[in-house]
């Protein structure tokens, strides 16, 4: 287990470099008890963890999330949809111009890194990364409802959308699919109450809707329950890449680690199944989780500090 000073005060998203070797966070550093507010960057190298790189992907830009290119790049997002993308040597550097409105969220980059989306009022799009043109969009406005959270499948060809809406003067919520190459819509399906967030299996065989009170994991080709966990006060989720394992961390500053191979049988035969394995790191509430590409390693990160620890052990 290795301890980590925690640099910033509110995480974003936290993400492993393809090789394991560097950890990137993006999020908030507030100061003068929290009047002042910046969006900042750090990256610890998991050999040196007291250095930290010199290559910034916030130089020029504002970003509100960072992701990791699979050629080892990493790849800042600001809240209009341009990028910066550097290796953390410094080299190999590109950038965009920005590509929407302002007051958008980066949502997820492919796994293939050929595609970000982007999400703002009404609104959720998706171009290819790192460079060209082919924008492709949904509007939502029509349909009176607002993104919530986006996913590509592992395969990149489906971008799955969380929205909000309304039905007969209440709140509800639902999945949206779209063909990522076409843009044309494929369905739509219910989702849980309060669902916040979308998660594909590594394998493309589950869609996993999150919420405060728990998730559920759904088949993506019947749109049925496969099972529903309750791990109360879920703040973040990630799954282990060899799609065995599903983690979970919570405001307490838990972290539960849940097999997936009993995911079958039905949402209420399951419902108390109880974690696998559970930790406690002591960052405090959990803002953000992470599991290294190759599974050997993972993290949490919180206002109380970041923890990465060895997740085969």
Known sequence: MLRLSPRLTKFNTLAFAPDGRYLLAVGVRSGLGGLLRSQKVTLWDLRDPSAEPPARIDTGLDPTAGYWLPDGRMLGVDNRGGWLAVRPDGTDAARSGHIHTRHGKP???SPDGRWLAWMTSGLVAWRPVPGGDGMRAADLRDEGEEPAAAAFTPDGEVLAVLVRGWDEFRRAWGVRTYDVAAGEFIRWVD????AGRLLWSPDGRFLVVTTPAGFDAIDPYTWAACARRSPPGLTAAAFHPSGREFLTADGAGRVRVWDCGDWAGGPDLLLKRSPARTFEWGVGAVQ?????????LAAVAGRDGVVVWDADG
């Open 107 to 109: 949502a997820d980059l």
């Open 191 to 194: 989702a849980p109450d309060e």
């Open 288 to 296: 953000a989780l992470a599991v290294s590409p190759d599974g050997a």
